[in-house]
Structure formats: structure tokens, C-alpha cells
């Protein structure tokens, strides 16, 4: 059974010499904040508030998807429809995944380490370089970590992940689950299980 688990921007130390400080230049973005315990742990943090809007028109947890043949779709029996553009790769070598889920949520993978998740309430964006992570939120605010694995050291994080805002997937037998860490609740969700 392999399972690879890999946060949004984790991994990935984002240099500040690379960062530009405000100037009071339109559209220049301003020196990221601390993106530190307290800003993971808080349920009103920009990641939670655009993600938890997903949690009532997702696919149930307990029902397993089926890939059309050309990996494009994954169709469930409750009528929901994850869409793959492009075609998903599996099994996965990189979170370059982009995929949507009608009126509910969706993932533009921009880049390695590098992606976008869009619902109603906004849409947040994730960089990694290093072993940082940069966080984009819905009004321009951005919050930066050096080393993403401290969040792994906040209280009540016990070594997890449920604190590094970001996603990950498990790939095992043809079937592939894809979820989001930092879900309100300081917990993993999955967004949906799709069999090959």
C-alpha cells in the first residue's frame, strides 16, 4: 500500500529576498505576515474560511467515485462529478492536479508547489518554494512560514499535518482519495475517493 501525503506549499522555503514590500505601488503586494500557530489554529484564517464553504455540496466521505476511462471525470452515485482538466495522471507523481466540482470547489494547479482553490467564499493561493510555504488570501493578504514542519510542533498538532494549511492524497489498489489538511477543526477532510 504506498500513500504519499503532501501539503499545500509544504516543502518549500520561500526566500525573502524574493518577497517585495509594499511601496505604495498599485498592485505592488505587501511584505507577507507571520504565518505562524495562531494563525493555523484560528477557524477564521483565510484558508479555513474559503475551503469549509465546500464542506456541504462535496461528495459524501463514505462514497468511492468511479474514473471514466479516459480520467477526465470521476462520477458518484449521489450524482456528484469531480472534472479532471486536464486528465488526471494516475497514479500521481505531482499535485499539479486541477479539478472542480460544479458549484462547490475547485483546484488550479499552477505549478509544482504552486496552486489555487476557488469557492464561493473566494479563492486562496498556495506557493512553496523551499521549505516554506506562502499563503495567498482572498484580499490580497499574504502570510508566509520559513519551515512549514514547525506547524507540525503547535500545540494540539501532535507531529500532524492537520495544521499545514494545504492538501494531500493517498494512491493505493487504483484508487486514489484527495483531500485538504487545515480543515475547520484543525483535521484532515477528504474531499473525495475516486477507483480507477
Same mark, same amino acid.
Given at each position: ?26 498592485? =505592488? ?27 456541504? !455540496? ?15 471525470? !470521476? ?13 488526471? =495522471? ?13 458549484? !462547490? ?27 516554506g510555504l506562502l499563503v495567498t488570501c482572498p484580499d490580497g493578504s499574504r502570510y508566509q512560514i520559513a519551515n512549514v514542519l514547525d506547524l507540525t510542533q503547535c500545540a494540539g498538532a501532535g507531529a500532524s499535518l492537520d495544521y499545514v494549511p494545504g492538501d494531500l492524497w493517498t494512491w493505493n489498489g487504483g484508487v486514489l482519495a484527495y483531500g485538504f489538511t487545515n480543515w475547520p ?12
Amino acid at each position: 500500500m504506498a500513500h504519499r501525503v503532501i501539503p499545500f506549499l509544504a516543502l518549500f522555503v520561500l526566500a525573502c529576498g524574493g518577497l517585495t514590500s509594499s511601496s505604495g505601488d498599485a498592485g =505592488t503586494p505587501s511584505a507577507p505576515k507571520e504565518l505562524d500557530c495562531a494563525w493555523a489554529a484560528s477557524e477564521s484564517n483565510c484558508w479555513k474560511e474559503v475551503i469549509k464553504v465546500a464542506d456541504g !455540496c462535496l461528495p459524501s466521505q463514505s462514497e468511492v467515485g468511479a474514473f471514466s476511462a479516459d480520467l477526465k471525470t !470521476c462520477t458518484f452515485s449521489g450524482g456528484k462529478v469531480v472534472t479532471f482538466d486536464p486528465a488526471a =495522471t494516475l497514479p500521481p507523481s505531482d499535485l499539479g492536479l486541477s479539478f472542480s466540482i460544479k458549484d !462547490c470547489v475547485s483546484r488550479t494547479g499552477l505549478a509544482k508547489g504552486h496552486f489555487k482553490v476557488q469557492t464561493s467564499a473566494g479563492t486562496v493561493e498556495q506557493s512553496s518554494p523551499g521549505e516554506g510555504l506562502l499563503v495567498t488570501c482572498p484580499d490580497g493578504s499574504r502570510y508566509q512560514i520559513a519551515n512549514v514542519l514547525d506547524l507540525t510542533q503547535c500545540a494540539g498538532a501532535g507531529a500532524s499535518l492537520d495544521y499545514v494549511p494545504g492538501d494531500l492524497w493517498t494512491w493505493n489498489g487504483g484508487v486514489l482519495a484527495y483531500g485538504f489538511t487545515n480543515w475547520p477543526g484543525n483535521q484532515s477532510r477528504t474531499l473525495f475517493t475516486c477507483q480507477q
